[in-house]
């Protein structure tokens, strides 16, 4: 058994739910530890949050992820229990093993091979810096994890120069696809108000539902970008909606509609918003909106960080990997803002969230590999 995979398979037997960490934070802690970084426990709210680093000088390079997986579903669906990873034909089962402990226990174990060599790990710590920052509030609201801490440390003067997330980002095989970018995402509550009434008089009210209608065609069929060479073009969609009390003989009065566009670097959340409080206005609805933005969109152009990933897959893999702004958000949208180049290089992400989650043992030990080439192309 490789240490990769023995350390994988001891942080996915950890059942860390999100919020819970449920002790994974002191287990990546300890292994850290013992090859010389200094270990600091944040914990905001009732989040544990974890920052080691090794060395003082700039450039920073960080490893980012997070321990904490979301629910099972039915575990009678699963063809094992999903907090014992099994292995079966070179494939591991298991909540986690994807998404995302195997990339956290590839980092850490990149880092031992790296400085099993007190040569080079002087070497290192003369070049640059390595840290980890480790958050259990990732498939959360994500409020008391990655944001706060990359808070804490621009109040210690801390600046990262080059961060790699671990999220799941290949397609087919691993490092097929490398995520140098992630679109934004805003989201929009809208109550639309109207008179609720008798069925059988509804010219004595007022339908919510009807009065919409209208406004959400113009909605759907609204070109909010073309996109970019980088990013696809925006997109609209309604993720719930509900009017009604039940009964069939009553006109509601209130429409809740929520409602979600994932937006490329083409347009603002700015200008989205006034796009459709305009196309609202317009069908002269009497509304409520409230909006909330989980992450704005970034990019990482080619430079030293997307440059080292892509020569590591080649050299560790024997492909040529292809840039990616697909998919959703990540926590790699708290720390771009900082001024860090980030990607997200991971294992094959077909199984995320999904029951009888696996991964690809073999890739593994690859993707152990490629964190240690890029180490070495960035920091030796």
């Excluded at 997330?165 to 509550?189: A, F, L, W």
Aim: aromatic fraction near 6%; hydrophobic fraction near 40%; proline fraction near 4%.
């Amino acid at each position: 058994m490789t240490a990769t995979l023995d350390l994988a398979k001891q942080l996915i037997s950890i059942p860390s739910v999100t919020p819970e960490d449920l002790g994974c934070q002191k287990v990546i802690s300890d292994r850290l530890s013992n090859i010389g970084f200094k270990i600091e426990n944040l914990r905001f709210g009732d989040v544990d949050n974890l920052w080691a680093r090794i060395g003082t000088q700039a450039p920073l390079f960080v490893f980012a992820g997070h321990t904490d997986v979301v629910p099972t579903g039915p575990k009678d669906q699963w063809s094992s229990d999903p907090f014992t990873p099994t292995i079966s034909s070179d494939v591991m089962t298991g909540r986690g093993t994807a998404d995302m402990k195997s990339s956290i226990a590839a980092m850490v174990c990149a880092c031992e091979q790296l400085l099993s060599d007190d040569k080079v790990a002087t070497a290192i710590e003369a070049s640059g810096s390595i840290a980890f920052l480790i958050t259990s509030d990732e498939e959360g609201p994500a409020i008391d994890g990655t944001v706060k801490v990359i808070e804490h440390l621009k109040k210690n003067n801390v600046n990262i120069d080059w961060c790699l997330v671990g999220e799941p980002s290949s397609t087919d095989t691993v490092g097929d696809v490398i995520k140098n970018g992630r679109r934004g995402s805003i989201t929009g509550d809208l109550t639309v108000h109207g008179v609720q009434g008798h069925i059988a008089y509804p010219h004595l009210a007022k339908n919510p539902i009807h009065l919409f209608s209208g406004a959400l065609t113009d909605l759907c069929d609204e070109v909010w970008d073309e996109g970019n060479e980088h990013f696809p073009p925006t997109s609209f969609q309604v993720s719930n909606i509900n009017g009604g009390t039940g009964a069939s003989n009553v006109i509601p009065g209130d429409l809740k509609v929520q409602f979600n566009l994932r937006f490329s670097t083409a347009i603002t959340d700015q200008q989205i918003q006034q796009r459709i409080e305009a196309i609202l206005d317009k069908h002269k609805l009497k509304y409520t909106l409230d909006w909330s933005i989980s992450g704005q969109p970034f990019l990482t152009a080619d430079g030293k960080l997307v440059d080292a990933a892509k020569q590591s897959i080649k050299s560790v893999c024997g492909i040529d990997t292809e840039l990616s702004t697909a998919g959703g958000t990540s926590d790699g949208r708290f720390i771009a803002p900082s001024g860090a180049q980030v990607v997200e290089l991971g294992p094959v992400n077909e199984s995320i969230h999904k029951i009888d989650e696996n991964i690809n043992i073999i890739e593994l030990e690859k993707l152990t590999g490629i964190y240690l080439d890029i180490l070495k192309r960035l920091l030796i």
